[in-house]
């Protein structure tokens, strides 16, 4: 590391001038709720929770959650986040030399002892590489030295770990709760060892002194077996001895043991290990949700994200079987948490977030065997909170007009059905049954209820497709117009969704050829020609991004090159639209001589070696190809978990199996405690008044997120809150004018409504005792519920804005400051999105002072609120002295003046 190289002492100080120059500076700046900060002495290993893609996408990911509580549970164990810096950021984090830092203790990546990226998507994998070379960790896995971190990934990625095989040091197959938990153990022994001051700790090879076992049967990795524990060998010393550990944890691949030979073809003649200690083939481990409760503190960001909700995960694993379905294949068997765990989850986490909605997740929720009563036992604890429920993905055949009203009870968003087939032959090569008949009696039934909004999912170029299918797609499409026109009329939306097939690895597809660019473009142009665009819209997912996603998910090692130079090209964020280049891709195949067509449209034989055949998900080969055959017949193969088995191989039917909640859990004491209660509204009582203030990196975020997180900490306190009316109910809280992004708020408003009379003093220690970094709870009193609405009460603030004397020299100040105060009007005027409006600043600005402190010039802004349109009080200043301010001075809003004069304040 260079001297220059900024530490994690001093980033946000070098951040601090370009923060608000970036899109959504609320992305890097951390303290959100439920984050975790260890001091420095109790840590033994910090590892970084990396994920490939920005922050309101990696804060939605439910699995990332589940490690970061599961690591921070161990006291002497620290885990961060870090996401991908937008290009802007990117660009920010280049020019001024910042290294790419974690959220929680702003130390930059190299610092940390184990960097883990998730795999959610093969076209995130350039950004892996944006973060290694931001962070300072050598981009190249043989580059490495024993001070640099171990970069680990696991996800659905890893199932085909060889197109990042030069870039990540070990991959963790299959879930990783305790696989992590174990790497940690082991990379903790190690640098104990290391320590040149500590004693060199020679761990004992496996705690028993016995070789690794290989694992033939899979098991369940239960407390016992599979507890934390070092798997560091005797005498281990380099960063190579600690990789060779490693790949004894089950689960865990290191790619630099292993060798790829081709044939003259091009194709693999084997993948053979290069040590004698480890696996021939690396087997997935799996977790039984049981053991575990996974996320009940998950970190509530700041800003909006995608997935904005307390997400419990119900089950793992689909036993559906859909062929060309990744997910439901490597999660076998299925592993449901009962409605009893599921509720405890739910308390929890609702206490220690003050989310709105549950949202209950796995890959086919309404396929829960309980999924009836689970929804009851949720909404009759939940409802009269104004908490929703959602299902973020259901399968037609599950879905029942129950489960609509159950969930309709509290909220109603649009309802999205995923038959990816426009025929039942289709359906049947895919496995995905769907009877049309009792389809449409849902979709009409869904109509009858008042949802108005339908999306509607298919894939093209499936195995087998021809023309009847596509036509199949708009015959689906036609009646739901149909039936919405019946009952929704002119409010009936219907948002069809088409993407390309992509075969994937470790699923019965993962031979077929994928279909090329003119033929998908060919089968969109008929879809798209025959729609009716009036009720229905189309989404195309883009084929050329559906090509390079191909090419990654069935590389093999060779296709590292072409990766490495297509990000060296530029490429990033290859899942936007907006900043995806195919012609660089094209042109780092051409450069690294990757045929990419011979990677995702060849069809491979059953005798091939593939890229990962010596990584298994549980599954036998045998059985994949038996149903690939059986999908070229449009034979089903029906659901284990409810029929018989199908012989996947996943199971041992001792340890791993298939888990029901139905077969063991039975009817909880809940349900039968459970009544039909209409959710009651009772009206407000009481109306208390806090004054906050508002510091830190809450500076950075929008005055509506703030809003929700305040919202959010009100929620957590338990108080008795009141609520509006209507289908979307929410928290009665009511703000002062926002403040400014960039500002801080030195005596900030905000008044909250009850539902029942509370003392002033007893809401300001419930809201002091839910901490949130830079939100300081200053007083707060009892105002009547007739009193004026804050927004309106506020008829004037105070500013402090302070400004370089580079800038603006005390003298010019003084001087543009008596001409404004001397002149009778002074226009200006403010670009807006919706165009340009004139004003009279000496309207807007009441007063106005300065002063000379040292290196900077402060001024002191009255600003009046009496018109519509308040003037951000930077704009104004810059308006009087001529200059463009814009994120280049410190600003606090100090003082708010009311119209009424409120009850006294109480001061705590
Ligand atoms: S082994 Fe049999 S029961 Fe177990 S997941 Fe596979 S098909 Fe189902």
């Known amino acids: 590391m260079s001297e220059m190289t900024p530490t994690r002492h001093d980033i946000m100080d070098r951040l601090a001038p370009y923060l608000l120059g970036v899109e959504k500076p609320g992305r890097y700046v951390g303290g959100e709720l439920n984050t975790v900060v260890k001091p420095d002495d109790e840590v033994a290993v910090r590892v970084a929770l990396a994920f490939p893609d920005v922050y309101e996408v990696g804060m939605s990911y439910h699995g990332f959650q589940i490690l970061y509580e599961l690591v921070n549970a161990v006291a002497e164990f620290q885990a961060e986040r870090v996401y991908t810096p937008a290009p802007d950021f990117e660009a920010v984090l280049r020019e001024h030399a910042i290294p790419l830092y974690t959220l929680e203790t702003k130390r930059p990546l190299r610092e940390t002892d184990v960097l883990a990226f998730s795999l959610p998507h093969e076209l995130n994998y350039t950004n892996i590489l944006t973060m290694l070379e931001l962070g300072e960790v050598p981009v190249f896995s043989h580059d490495r030295t024993a001070s640099d971190p171990i970069v680990i990934a696991g996800g659905h990625g890893a199932f085909n770990p060889e197109v990042l095989a030069d870039f990540v040091d070990a991959f963790v197959i299959g879930d990783g709760e305790w696989a992590l938990l174990q790497i940690l153990e082991t990379v903790k022994a190690w640098r104990k060892g290391q320590s040149p001051t500590g004693e060199r700790q020679l761990v004992r090879y496996r705690g028993d002194g016995t070789r690794a076992r290989r694992r033939a049967v899979p098991t369940f990795d239960s407390d016992e077996a599979l507890n934390r524990r070092s798997w560091l060998r005797e005498g281990a010393v380099s960063r190579e001895d600690l990789l060779l550990s490693l790949a004894q944890i089950p689960g865990v691949y290191v790619p630099r043991f292993y060798e790829c030979r081709y044939r003259p073809d091009g194709t693999l003649e084997k993948i053979v290990p290069t040590h004698p200690e480890v696996p021939a083939v690396v087997t997935k481990t799996n977790f039984d949700l049981r053991t575990h409760w996974g996320s009940v503190r998950p970190v509530v960001p700041l800003m909006r994200v995608v997935h904005d909700r307390f997400a419990i995960e ?349 077969k063991e859990d039975g009817l909880v004491e809940e349900l039968r405690r459970e009544q039909k209660r209409k959710p009651e509204v009772p009206s407000p009582v009481s109306r208390i008044r806090f004054t906050y203030a508002r510091r830190g990196a809450l500076r950075y975020i929008s005055h509506l997120d703030f809003a929700r997180a305040v919202t959010l900490v009100l929620r957590r306190t338990e108080l008795p809150l009141a609520y509006s009316h209507g289908f979307n109910p929410q928290a009665r809280v009511q703000f002062a004018p926002p403040l400014p992004l960039g500002f801080l708020g030195e005596q900030e408003l905000v008044d909250v409504w009850f539902t029942e009379p509370l003392l002033a003093e007893v809401a300001l220690e419930a809201v002091r005792r839910i901490p949130l970094d830079g939100l300081e709870w200053l007083e707060a009193s009892t105002v009547p519920l007739s009193a004026p609405a804050l927004g309106a009460d506020v008829v004037a603030a105070d500013y402090r804005v302070a400004v370089g004397t580079d800038l603006i020299p005390p003298k010019l100040a003084e001087r543009r400051i008596r001409d404004f105060l001397a002149a009778e009007s002074w226009p ?38 009496a018109d519509n349109e308040h003037v951000n009080p930077v704009v104004a200043l810059g308006h009087v002295l001529g200059l463009d301010l814009s994120a280049r001075t410190h600003a606090a809003r100090i003082t708010l003046h009311l119209r009424s004069k409120p009850a006294p304040l109480l001061t705590a």
């Not at 999105?833 to 009255?862: C, N, P, Y």
Request: proline share 3%; charged share 30%.
């Open 314 to 662: 119900i089950k793992r694993g689909c036993m559906t079987g859909c062929r060309f379905c990744q997910a439901g294949m490597i999660t076998r068997p299925l592993r449901e948490r009962s409605p009893q765990q599921i509720l405890e989850i739910a308390r929890e986490g609702i206490r220690n977030t003050g989310y709105e909605e549950i949202s209950l997740l796995s890959l086919s929720s309404a396929d829960y065997s309980q999924i009836i009563p689970l929804t009851r036992l949720l909404r009759a604890e939940f409802a009269q909170r104004g908490i929703s429920l959602s299902l973020p993905s259901l399968r037609i055949n599950a879905f029942d007009v129950e489960l609509a009203d159950e969930i309709g009870s509290v909220r109603k968003s649009g309802f999205t059905f995923a038959p990816e087939a426009g025929t039942e032959r289709l359906r049947r090569v895919i496995n995905k049954v769907v009877d049309e008949e009792r389809f449409e009696r849902t979709i009409e039934e869904v109509l009858k209820r008042g949802w108005r909004t339908l999306k509607f999912y298919f894939m093209c170029g499936l195995p087998t497709e021809t023309q009847e299918d596509l036509d199949g797609i708009i015959r689906i499409t036609e009646k739901a117009i149909e039936l919405g026109k019946r009952y929704a009329g002119r409010n009936f939306q219907l948002n069809v969704s088409i993407s390309p097939f992509v075969p994937k690895p470790q699923t019965p597809f993962q031979w077929h050829a994928q279909p090329t660019i003119e033929e998908l473009e060919r089968i969109y142009a008929y879809v798209e020609s025959r729609l009716n665009k009036r009720y229905a819209s189309l989404k195309k997912h883009n084929v050329y991004q559906s090509v390079i996603e191909g090419v990654l998910s069935r590389a093999d090692r060779r296709v590292c090159s072409a990766l490495y130079r297509a990000w060296q090209l530029g490429c990033r964020f290859d899942n936007w639209d907006e900043s995806f280049r195919y012609d660089l891709w094209m042109q780092a195949f051409a450069e690294t001589g990757i045929d990419p067509h011979w990677y995702a449209c060849r069809e491979r034989s059953r005798d091939e070696v593939l890229p990962w055949d010596h990584i298994s998900a549980s599954l036998g080969k045998d059985f994949l190809w038996k149903e690939k055959e059986r999908s070229e017949r449009a034979a089903v193969t029906t659901d284990c978990s409810t029929t018989k088995c199908a012989g996947c191989e996943a199971c041992d039917f001792k340890e791993v199996k298939n888990i029901l909640s139905a």
């Open 828 to 865: 200006i005027e403010i670009r807006k999105k919706d165009g340009t409006r004139r004003r009279d600043l000496k309207r807007s600005v009441q007063a106005i002072e300065w002063s000379a402190t040292g290196s900077e010039v402060v001024f002191s802004v009255r600003m009046s609120f």
